[in-house]
């Protein structure tokens, strides 16, 4: 079975524009979260999404957004970027999203912010 | 608050050493406990997990149980090898704040041969 799969894999933006980050969860997996790793901040959960509705929301400005489609691929957007927001930003799935359950990581999305 | 705090690095050891990495928890709720490793330029990998308490993970060598009396889930390994050098992150998921991950800081292990 493949894996969480995240497009692209890098990224070079500069101050004020945005970006748009995807996610392909594992077959058959209905939650996708997403987390920002820097290292003053250390892991920090962003969203998550369930059925196309967010159902978890993380300490972050209304910049970052994120959307789930039917087939539960999932993207995450950052509107007027700051040079903060520069990050590895990982995407991870699991079954149903129930706290017992695995969440399985994709390779993340380093993105640079110039 | 929710929280985990995992002993800081860098860890630096020799290969066939033994390896502890220390990780306790403040949870409102009883939680699930994972650990995390992350490998240079990727993403984070299970090690191991534990559901309930006096669960024992293991997985590659490496093991943790679930101690709730004293808030921990310690990471052990026997003997390392070089390619154990990584990046090791201890989690948790509270069922009352939904599916997210809390993680510690993150441990650096450098193993030399």
């Known amino acids: 079975k493949a894996g969480v799969t995240q497009t692209p894999r890098y990224l070079i933006k500069t101050r004020g524009q945005q970006v748009t980050l995807s996610c392909s969860p594992i077959s058959g997996h209905r939650s996708v979260s997403w987390y920002q790793q820097t290292p003053g901040q250390g892991l920090q959960f962003l969203f998550e999404?369930?059925?196309?509705?967010?159902?978890n929301k993380g300490n972050f400005p209304g910049r970052f957004s994120g959307r789930q489609f039917s087939n539960s691929r999932s993207e995450m957007n950052v509107s007027t970027l700051e040079l903060g927001d520069s990050a590895l930003y990982l995407c991870?799935?699991?079954?149903?999203?129930?706290?017992?359950?695995?969440?399985?990581f994709g390779p993340g999305t380093r993105l640079l912010v110039l | 608050g929710d929280s985990v705090t995992q002993m800081e690095g860098p860890v630096t050891l020799s290969e066939e050493a033994f390896l502890t990495i220390n990780c306790t928890y403040t949870a409102t709720g009883y939680p699930s406990l994972f650990w995390y490793v992350q490998y240079p330029g990727e993403g984070l990998q299970l090690l191991l997990k534990a559901t309930k308490a006096d669960d024992k993970g293991s997985n590659k060598g490496f093991e943790a149980t679930y101690r709730k009396e004293t808030t921990s889930f310690h990471l052990e390994k026997g003997s390392v090898q070089v390619s154990d050098s990584a990046v090791y992150f201890c989690a948790h998921l509270i069922k009352a704040a939904g599916n997210k991950l809390t993680f510690g800081g993150g441990t650096r292990v450098l193993v030399k041969p």
């Open positions: 991870a799935s699991s079954m149903n999203g129930e706290y017992q359950e695995t969440q399985y």
């Open positions: 999404y369930f059925s196309e509705t967010q159902r």
